[in-house]
């Protein structure tokens, strides 16, 4: 693992409810209730999406290391705020814009969380953003609104989480080297739902609000992160250039689903299973559009799609025993009696000529020994919005760099 020393501004990334996890949940979601969570997550996606069925309404570099978890992002990591510093555990999403955090006194309420509830009173560096501020302003994407003269926020997320409090400028330190003076975040004064004991969020969107746009000066709108294979493992999640590995990043247009969407967009032009493209119309993505998202657990493809993969899949798992279907996942097999497994492979094809051949961890997900399940699922609709999700971002270094409109990916990039 590269350690923070010599990239200053990364963080190590750990699934929520690994052992490497400091907010591990005793007791975590299971594999239904992941899905479940991640169908209302996909639904509130699209809603926000024009042309899908489930209308709701209309450089330097600084990196942190990655730890692994399934919720409205399903991994965290560790930065510092306030003077003095103090560490909090946050969920990252680059489908989300604001950065907040559980702030005392919880005048409404706080769900419970490992890490001390963050405390504006003993901090130096804390202040309310004032009504007149840029940061109210900006905060329009995020519900804010005025409580005298101070700039408040109210956010809800796909799985009905949310959390409320007021707009607040901070002291955020990602390294000792690596300080972020003034910057905006929510400070939730009440909060509930599922973040997985985590203190809060980081939000990664295409948005005003978005650590992203509040770093631009000091690292250019380009961060990369990259998700581990297991929750046993740790990965990185990294703000500004990182110059010794771009040589080896493979880009692809990054685009807009609709002019004010803050999701990042990117074209899927086919797949392959074992090197064979699928023959599926190749209208097919390009009417539905498609996102890439870290708080989307298992990539959604549009049903047309899906059939051709799965069809294909099954076709080279003819020798495996097949296990009953669990939730949403239809093609599974027993392994438990198998010393050896040989998988299909399964390559996704971006516009630009770049093809990613997926970790096994993207292709596969075990719910048991004797049931180990393809991880994609179905679309209602070949017209809903196809969202890339983050078991098949895993292992690769996944590159958005924004303001050049790119989005690159990188093989072991955890390492």
């Given at each position: 693992?590269?350690?923070a020393s010599n990239r200053k501004s990364t963080l190590e990334v750990v699934h929520k409810n690994g052992p490497c996890s400091p907010v591990q949940d005793q007791n975590p979601l299971n594999l239904t209730e992941i899905l479940l969570?991640?169908?209302?997550?996909?639904?509130?996606?699209?809603?926000?999406?024009?042309?899908?069925?489930?209308?709701?309404?209309?450089?330097?570099?600084?990196?942190?290391?990655?730890?692994?978890?399934?919720?409205?992002?399903?991994?965290?990591?560790?930065?510092?705020?306030?003077?003095?510093?103090?560490?909090?555990?946050?969920?990252?999403?680059?489908?989300?814009?604001?950065?907040?955090?559980?702030?005392?006194?919880?005048?409404?309420?706080?769900?419970?969380?490992?890490?001390?509830?963050?405390?504006?009173?003993?901090?130096?560096?804390?202040?309310?953003?004032?009504?007149?501020?840029?940061?109210?302003?900006?905060?329009s994407s995020v519900g804010s609104g005025c409580s005298g003269s101070t700039c408040l926020y109210s956010i809800t997320y796909g799985d009905n989480s949310s959390s409320d409090g007021f707009l607040a400028t901070e002291k955020l330190?990602?390294?000792?080297?690596?300080?972020?003076?003034?910057?905006?975040?929510?400070?939730?004064?009440?909060?509930?739902?599922?973040?997985?004991?985590?203190?809060?969020?980081?939000?990664?969107?295409?948005?005003?609000?978005?650590?992203?746009?509040?770093?631009?000066?000091?690292?250019?709108?380009?961060?990369?992160?990259?998700?581990?294979?297991?929750?046993?493992?740790?990965?990185?999640?990294?703000?500004?250039?990182?110059?010794?590995?771009?040589?080896?990043?493979?880009?692809?247009?990054?685009?807009?689903?609709?002019?004010?969407?803050?999701?990042?967009?990117?074209?899927?032009?086919?797949?392959?299973?074992?090197?064979?493209?699928?023959?599926?119309?190749?209208?097919?993505?390009?009417?539905?559009?498609?996102?890439?998202?870290?708080?989307?657990?298992?990539?959604?493809?549009?049903?047309?799609?899906?059939?051709?993969?799965?069809?294909?899949?099954?076709?080279?798992?003819?020798?495996?025993?097949?296990?009953?279907?669990?939730?949403?996942?239809?093609?599974?097999?027993?392994?438990?009696?198998?010393?050896?497994?040989?998988?299909?492979?399964?390559?996704?094809?971006?516009?630009?000529?770049?093809?990613?051949?997926?970790?096994?961890?993207?292709?596969?997900?075990?719910?048991?020994?004797?049931?180990?399940?393809?991880?994609?699922?179905?679309?209602?609709?070949?017209?809903?919005?196809?969202?890339?999700?983050?078991?098949?971002?895993?292992?690769?270094?996944?590159?958005?760099?924004?303001?050049?409109?790119?989005?690159?990916?990188?093989?072991?990039?955890?390492?």
């Open positions: 693992m590269l350690l969570r991640d169908e209302s997550r996909v639904k509130w996606i699209q809603s926000q999406s024009s042309n899908s069925s489930n209308h709701l309404k209309t450089s330097k570099a600084a990196s942190l290391p990655a730890k692994s978890d399934i919720i409205a992002g399903d991994y965290v990591v560790t930065i510092g705020l306030g003077t003095p510093k103090k560490d909090l555990t946050l969920l990252f999403d680059t489908g989300s814009a604001l950065t907040w955090t559980q702030c005392k006194p919880c005048v409404g309420s706080c769900y419970t969380q490992p890490d001390p509830i963050f405390n504006p009173s003993e901090s130096s560096s804390y202040a309310n953003a004032s009504c007149a501020s840029t940061l109210c302003s900006l905060g330190t990602i390294s000792p080297t690596e300080v972020i003076d003034n910057f905006g975040f929510g400070c939730g004064e009440n909060n509930s739902g599922i973040f997985g004991r985590a203190a809060g969020l980081i939000g990664l969107s295409d948005n005003n609000i978005s650590i992203v746009e509040q770093t631009a000066a000091k690292y250019g709108k380009y961060f990369s992160y990259c998700l581990p294979s297991s929750a046993s493992s740790t990965g990185h999640l990294t703000f500004g250039k990182d110059g010794g590995v771009l040589s080896s990043v493979r880009f692809t247009p990054l685009s807009k689903v609709q002019q004010d969407s803050e999701f990042y967009g990117i074209s899927i032009v086919g797949i392959s299973v074992e090197g064979i493209p699928l023959s599926i119309p190749s209208t097919v993505f390009l009417s539905a559009g498609a996102i890439i998202d870290s708080g989307t657990t298992i990539t959604q493809l549009p049903p047309t799609v899906y059939s051709a993969l799965r069809t294909a899949f099954r076709k080279g798992m003819t020798n495996y025993t097949t296990a009953p279907a669990v939730s949403t996942f239809d093609t599974c097999y027993d392994f438990s009696k198998e010393r050896t497994i040989a998988v299909p492979s399964i390559t996704f094809s971006f516009a630009g000529g770049v093809d990613i051949d997926l970790d096994l961890s993207g292709i596969l997900v075990m719910v048991t020994a004797s049931q180990v399940c393809l991880a994609f699922a179905a679309n209602g609709a070949d017209s809903d919005l196809v969202i890339y999700g983050n078991v098949q971002q895993k292992t690769f270094e996944v590159v958005f760099d924004v303001a050049g409109r790119k989005l690159g990916f990188r093989p072991n990039g955890c390492s």
